[in-house]
């Protein structure tokens, strides 16, 4: 029995690393989309050091634990090695990020305010959720969903910050993951007329997320009712 669940598991983290792999390298916008979505973390690290943004706990760890997931998922599959370095890259950049939010960040084991700690059990019990069933569902797009599912548990706490307190995070480099989303649609290819298949659907779903999660952060940021005004 333990046998057949590795095999399991083997079987789920190599689809999923074939779907990453599509995704990022058959096309060449994707690749840029890519590239952009790494220097996102340069203008955040320097924002954190200098205390001007107070990353939230609970979503950067949770963000660190998917992005792990990927980058092993992607290393089992044994895909192309520009692929495994962005994976791990991109998991080492948020990991970082999880480690900086310690001393620098907001949210967590600190948080007193009832309503708060009740939102942030909320989203690790919805993250957690979404994780174990990444691993119990054998479908690669069901596994696919049930991460964006944990993402979103992870990110919706960052996106309610940046509503409430714009001024505690980066515009540039948020920015610069919205400007990575908007390549990464671009980075479809042709859109098919209705109705949609099932192919395109797989595709869609990743860049589509990250293009509305990115752009909520992103026009909080810009147009929340609480922004400073210099």
């Not at 192309?80 to 084991?109: K, M, N």
């Not at 959720?129 to 919706?156: K, S, T």
């Amino acid at each position: 029995y333990t046998t057949e669940r590795s095999l399991r598991s083997m079987e789920l983290f190599q689809m999923l690393g074939s779907w990453f792999y599509v995704y990022f390298t058959n096309f060449t916008i994707g690749k840029a989309a890519a590239v952009v979505e790494v220097f996102f973390f340069v203008p955040y690290f320097i924002s954190i050091l200098f205390k001007k943004t107070r990353p939230h706990r609970v979503t950067w760890w949770i963000l660190t634990i998917v992005a792990f997931v990927i980058a092993v998922s992607n290393d089992m599959s044994a895909n192309d090695p520009d692929t495994r370095w962005f994976a791990w890259v991109l998991f080492i950049g948020q990991f970082a990020v999880a480690l900086l939010s310690i001393p620098f960040g907001v949210g967590g084991w600190k948080v007193e305010d009832k309503k708060q700690l009740k939102d942030q059990n909320i989203s690790i019990v919805g993250a957690a959720i979404g994780i174990l069933f990444l691993f119990i569902l054998e479908h690669p797009f069901l596994a696919l969903i049930a991460g964006l599912v944990a993402d979103y548990f992870g990110l919706r706490l960052t996106i309610k910050k940046a509503r409430d307190e714009p001024h505690s995070e980066s515009r540039c480099a948020w920015t610069l993951t919205l400007v990575a989303s908007v390549l990464s649609i671009f980075a479809i290819g042709q859109w098919p007329s209705w109705p949609l298949t099932f192919g395109f659907i797989t595709v869609a779903t990743f860049p589509l997320y990250m293009l509305v999660v990115n752009g909520a952060v992103t026009f909080w940021l810009y147009f929340s009712p609480h922004r400073r005004h210099t």
